[in-house]
């Protein structure tokens, strides 16, 4: 497992920050549950209201891309933004602060530490239960 830090986190926050501070966007977006303190984050370090919803013309944020399961949802918006913190994927029409090539149990630090592999193993469920026997 790779347990990820809150320095690292300010890391990305400074980041994301810097690539948004001149683009006008109606409000920060970010997906339950991890996608939520990054988007608080930004909301305050941009001074942009946090949306109840992605919409057009906003900035969406995650906190992993994985599957791409989450993140598809979103991708027909128009003028909006997509960031994440961490990418399995190399990114094409989203953002990555961090990209990884491994299949790795990432644990974010607002995460229990002792609670991920429970954490994984219900992710897992729920993201491929359609391919296992039944």
């Not at 942009?48 to 944020?61: A, F, G, Q, T």
């Not at 990884?100 to 954490?119: G, H, L, M, Q, Y």
């Amino acid at each position: 497992m790779n347990k990820l830090s809150w320095i690292e986190f300010d890391e990305c926050i400074y980041s994301i920050t810097k690539k948004c501070r001149n683009k006008r966007f109606q409000g920060v977006y970010g997906f339950p549950r991890g996608g939520l303190c990054i988007a608080v984050a930004l909301s305050h370090s941009l001074g942009l209201p946090m949306l109840d919803e992605p919409r057009n013309d906003s900035l969406i944020v995650d906190d992993i891309y994985d599957t791409g399961c989450t993140l598809d949802t979103i991708k027909h918006l128009k003028d909006s933004e997509t960031y994440v913190w961490v990418s399995k994927m190399e990114p094409s029409w989203w953002n990555a602060f961090k990209y990884i090539n491994t299949k790795e149990w990432i644990v974010f630090p607002w995460e229990d530490s002792n609670a991920a592999n429970k954490d994984k193993d219900l992710y897992y469920k729920s993201r491929y239960s359609k391919y296992l026997p039944h």
